[in-house]
Every structure is written in C-alpha cells, then in structure tokens.
Antibody, heavy 122, light 112 residues
Framework: EVQLLESGGGLVQPGGSLRLSCAAS????????MNWVRQAPGKGLEWVST????????YYADSVKGRFTISRDSSKNMLYLQMNSLRAEDTAVYYC???????????????WGQGTLVTVSS | DVVMTQSPLSLPVTLGQPASISCRSS???????????LNWFQQRPGQSPRRLIY???NRDSGVPDRFSGSGSGTDFTLKISRVEAEDVGVYYC?????????FGGGTKVEIK
C-alpha cells in the first residue's frame, strides 16, 4: 500500500524558513517522480514543485522559484521541500504527491499524502 | 500558463440524479506523443485529493463506474451517472501537458 506522510509544517514569521519532509513507502521510490502541491485555506490546488526519480531534474512554479528547493533522498525514501524567504501568501496545506507515470513522467499524481499546514504570520 | 476553467462553480444535485462538470483549457492539451494529459481529482470535505480519472477517460482502480471522463483538445467533462451521498466534495481538473502544471478552480458538488 502506497503511503505518503508529510511533516515539518508549523507557524513561521515572514522571511523565515521551514523544511517539509515526506516519508514514502509501499512503492519503489526511486522509480517515481515526486511533487509538492499546496492549498491555501479555503482555496483550490496549486502545483509547487516536481523532482525526477533520480533527482537530477527539478521544476518550480514561478511563485516559489528562487525561494523553495525540492530534494529527495532515495536511501531513506524521503522527499523534502526547503522553503526560504516565506511570505504570508505561502500559507497553505502542503501535500506530497507521487507522480503516476514513472521516474521522468510528470503529467499526473496518483497518490497524495494527508498534508501539513504551513502558516506564515507575525 | 495554461488556464483551466471549470463550470459550474457549485453544483447542487439530487441523490440518484446525474451530474456533469465542464473543464476547458486555454490551449489544446494534446502532447507531442498524441496523448492528452487531463486528470480529474475529487476532494471530499476534510480529506486529501484523490485521483479519479487520468488521460481524459481512464478511471482509477477502485473508482466507481458511475464516474466517467470524456472530451478532447480543449473541452473536457466529468460525469457522475447517479450521484450518491459520498460524492459530495470539490472536483478539480488538472492538465499535465505543459509546465507549469495547472488546476481548474474547482467545482463543489453538494446534495440538494
């Protein structure tokens, strides 16, 4: 059974940093691209970032480019999102999502975690 | 960016009746491999999103067959043949053909 468990969310001041983690199990981690998707309170879904199965390719939404860094540790089956220079508009539930089509395939998400809430406020 | 426009925003439905959600993209979602990467997700209240449909019309394992997806190019539809109480929630379309990946704004399905 595929499981994705996010952690690391919390309250942070504007300009601060936070690192989110996602523990993956139930599938061959290195064979799947992975993603972060966020949802602001009461709002819709927004894709944030994607990383290939090997970690050699990364993609970012313009809204986070230069501030967020996605990475993965396949030895630990872990996905990360390092978030710097946080803004109020980054407040959201952040979901880890598995790509549903392989290590270098990015067009769908077949499994989602339960999410972790990040609140950016003074 | 490809803009995904869903309608309606809200869809009150009587139990047992059909429901239909439209999703339109600002440009064709046909990729160079001739496949169309259009997905549908369901988000029940208080839950994470769940994929229902991928590549326009392929239903995920465990998804009831009352859900179906159709369409081509820029116009897509999610249909529920007979709405059940467990179908309440917000439905999102998402395109995977172009970077950045983009979602529609969502359609809230509720019971009348």
């Amino acid at each position: 059974e595929v499981q994705l468990l996010e952690s690391g969310g919390g309250l942070v001041q504007p300009g601060g940093s936070l690192r989110l983690s996602c523990a993956a199990s139930g599938f061959t981690f290195s064979s799947s691209a992975m993603n972060w998707v966020r949802q602001a309170p009461g709002k819709g879904l927004e894709w944030v970032s994607t990383i290939s199965g090997s970690g050699d390719s990364t993609y970012y939404a313009d809204s986070v480019k230069g501030r967020f860094t996605i990475s993965r540790d396949s030895s630990k089956n872990m996905l990360y999102l390092q978030m710097n220079s946080l803004r109020a508009e980054d407040t959201a539930v952040y979901y880890c999502a598995k790509a549903g089509c392989g290590a270098y395939c990015y067009n769908t998400f077949d499994y989602w975690g339960q999410g972790t809430l990040v609140t950016v406020s003074s | 960016d490809v803009v995904m426009t869903q309608s309606p925003l809200s869809l009150p439905v009587t139990l047992g009746q059909p429901a239909s959600i439209s999703c339109r993209s600002s440009q064709s979602l046909v990729y160079s491999d001739e496949k169309t990467y259009l997905n549908w997700f369901q988000q029940r209240p208080g839950q994470s999103p769940r994929r229902l449909i991928y590549k326009v019309s392929n239903r995920d394992s465990g998804v009831p067959d009352r859900f179906s997806g159709s369409g081509s190019g820029t116009d897509f539809t999610l249909k529920i043949s007979r709405v059940e109480a467990e179908d309440v929630g917000v439905y999102y379309c998402m395109q995977g053909t172009y970077w950045p990946l983009t979602f529609g704004g969502g359609t809230k399905v509720e019971i009348k």
